[in-house]
């Protein structure tokens, strides 16, 4: 698994290479928000760990560039700030996590390794499946199980952007301009309302419980068993 690395201090690059290296990673590095996009322009990587506040080019910018090219390749933030508006702005620009500074290699791990484990399953077109929640988008059928649930268009759409991402989270600004296709304004409660109805018919007579609120920030929907 080869990892991007674009991170400016020296002590932070040195200890989160030596991890990856000893947990059989193969590992670059760039030092510079410029040099990170033409290292992704020009090499594919499996994961890219990403400063906020890089020399150059920031690393939101960085992102937002890689991602209206329409590279996919998973992204963790790195951030010294840990505001819930600056996690929002990171997870609207399409990061998949983020970890906030000072973190230990193990935090920084386990987030790698379940982004890792969640590209391994991508589950056919024909079928989206977390757990025993199972969509079938050909026939637009839901099911827990063997129970068929009968959801609404919007509760369908919603549900099928949880499942076409699952173990991410998903904040409501997201949710407003992929279900709903406008972006309005998320302090109302529409999308939240939405999410309760959901929430109701595929976790509450269920086990195990998988749609979950990621407070301040959004929603996420994954096995937690």
């Not at 988008?137 to 099911?143: A, K, L």
């Amino acid at each position: 698994m080869r990892i991007l690395l674009v991170e400016d201090d020296k002590g932070i690059v040195r200890f989160v290479k030596k991890g990856l290296l000893e947990n059989s990673f193969s590992v670059e590095v760039a030092t510079n928000g410029e040099e990170g996009l033409n290292s992704v322009l020009h090499m594919k990587y499996d994961l890219i760990i990403l400063d906020i506040l890089l020399p150059k080019m920031d690393g939101r910018e960085v992102l937002k560039k890689i991602r209206s090219m329409d590279i996919q390749t998973p992204v963790i933030f790195l951030t010294a700030k840990d505001s819930e508006g600056d996690i929002v702005k990171g997870l609207n620009l399409g990061a998949d996590d983020y970890l906030t500074k000072p973190f230990s290699f193990n935090e920084l791990l386990a987030r790698i390794q379940a982004i890792l484990r969640r590209g391994k399953a991508v589950s056919p077109p024909s079928r989206l499946q977390v757990a025993n929640l199972i969509l079938e988008p050909d026939g637009h059928r839901v099911f827990r199980g063997k129970v068929k649930i009968e959801l609404t268009p919007k509760e369908y759409a919603l549900l099928e952007f949880f499942m076409r991402h699952p173990g991410q989270i998903i904040t409501r600004t997201m949710i407003s301009g992929k279900v709903w296709d406008v972006h309005f304004d998320t302090s109302t409660n529409i999308i939240d309302v939405h999410v309760s109805h959901l929430r109701n018919k595929i976790d509450k007579d269920f086990e195990p419980k998988l749609l979950y609120t990621v407070k301040g920030v959004g929603y996420v929907l994954e096995d937690r068993g």
